[in-house]
């Protein structure tokens, strides 16, 4: 049964009547992925020395500007057995402050000529701090599934893909 109240001049109308706008709230995660294919990988191990690297190009993930590093004799003489991978974030989105860290969580992944994840292949990153022109995450030992790749057992483009 309708009532009403008075208060500060204004009637309210109970029940009110049906609403005509809606919003919602919605917090989640962006997700998205990027793929490096690596054609000529024995080139690069031969002319590229631990320490060397090469970017990607840069792609976007949540408005933010990302991209990876590649070492293919590894980031270190002590990882010159491995490839080294590294997430980095070029650009953060606007309204975004520079020097504020942000949080993103990356899975690197060797894939399979069919373009597919290689579960026994896939280094999980967790989740991480990244600020804009900082050194990023990755691995520097990318374990057995890339160490096989570092020791040239691999023919044909090695592709890594990222989420």
């Given at each position: 049964?309708?009532?009403?109240?008075?208060?500060?001049?204004?009637?309210?109308?109970?029940?009110?009547?049906?609403?005509?706008?809606?919003?919602?709230?919605?917090?989640?995660?962006?997700?998205?992925?990027?793929?490096?294919?690596?054609?000529?990988?024995?080139?690069?191990k031969e002319k590229l020395p631990h320490g060397k690297l090469k970017y990607s190009r840069m792609f976007n993930v949540?408005?933010?500007?990302?991209?990876?590093?590649?070492?293919?004799?590894?980031?270190?003489?002590?990882?010159?057995?491995?490839?080294?991978?590294?997430?980095?974030?070029?650009?953060?989105?606007?309204?975004?402050?520079?020097?504020?860290?942000?949080?993103?969580?990356?899975?690197?992944?060797?894939?399979d000529r069919a373009g597919k994840p290689v579960p026994s292949y896939t280094l999980d990153a967790g989740m991480h701090?990244?600020?804009?022109?900082?050194?990023?995450?990755?691995?520097?030992?990318?374990?057995?599934?890339?160490?096989?790749?570092?020791?040239?057992?691999?023919?044909?483009?090695?592709?890594?893909?990222?989420?």
């Amino acid at each position: 049964m309708p009532s009403s109240a008075a208060t500060g001049g204004s009637e309210l109308v109970w029940p009110p009547p049906p609403y005509s706008s809606a919003s919602a709230i919605v917090g989640g995660t962006v997700t998205g992925h990027h793929i490096l294919q690596i054609d000529g990988y024995s080139y690069t191990k031969e002319k590229l020395p631990h320490g060397k690297l090469k970017y990607s190009r840069m792609f976007n993930v949540g408005d933010h500007q990302w991209h990876l590093r590649y070492y293919p004799n590894g980031q270190g003489s002590a990882n010159a057995d491995y490839i080294s991978v590294y997430l980095g974030l070029d650009a953060a989105a606007a309204g975004h402050a520079k020097e504020q860290p942000m949080k993103a969580r990356a899975t690197f992944s060797l894939l399979d000529r069919a373009g597919k994840p290689v579960p026994s292949y896939t280094l999980d990153a967790g989740m991480h701090d990244f600020a804009v022109g900082g050194s990023g995450f990755g691995y520097h030992q990318s374990g057995p599934a890339l160490a096989l790749c570092s020791r040239g057992d691999r023919r044909g483009p090695m592709m890594v893909g990222g989420s």
